[in-house]
């Protein structure tokens, strides 16, 4: 797993699930502490899809294969993040992340269960590393 997309990614995703878990966490929605938590979670989740869509996505292989149709999908939603993201931001009320937080939920379920293993079986070790590489270089594990 170590060496793999699907355990690199799943590092990150956790990552992220901790900002957010911090983020719910926070007492005071408005506090600067919070707003310091939201940004974070926010850079995080930026860079990821980022990471996906330049350098794991791009490794579907054939345009009409059916990992190539799941990264379609899947970046379609991470539009709807990016979105959904930006409007929280300038939101000067209390900021909830509740309906940002579910849709990352079922988006990272088939990307660990379907589209990474997927990734794992077609790529070779060479590509693989080139992946590694470059998550390396913006993991926030590092
Ligand atoms: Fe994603
Ligand atoms: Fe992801």
């Given at each position: 797993m170590e060496n793999s997309v699907t355990g690199i990614m799943i590092r990150h995703h956790a990552a992220i699930d901790l900002l957010i878990k911090l983020f719910n966490?926070?007492?005071?929605?408005?506090?600067?502490?919070?707003?310091k938590t939201f940004e974070d979670f926010k850079w995080e989740l930026e860079k990821h899809i980022f990471t996906e869509e330049r350098v794991i996505f791009k490794l579907c292989g054939e345009m009409e294969s059916p990992e190539c149709k799941l990264a379609e999908r899947l970046s379609n939603e991470h539009k709807t993040?990016?979105?959904?993201?930006?409007?929280?931001?300038?939101?000067?009320?209390?900021?909830?992340?509740?309906?940002?937080q579910t849709l990352l939920a079922g988006h990272k379920k088939i990307e660990e269960a379907d589209l990474y293993p997927r990734l794992d079986a077609i790529l070779s070790q060479r590509q693989k590393e080139i992946v590694f590489e470059k998550i390396n270089d913006i993991s926030p594990a590092n």
């Open positions: 966490e926070e007492p005071d929605k408005k506090s600067p502490a919070s707003e993040f990016l979105d959904l993201l930006d409007k929280i931001a300038k939101d000067k009320e209390e900021k909830d992340i509740s309906g940002l």
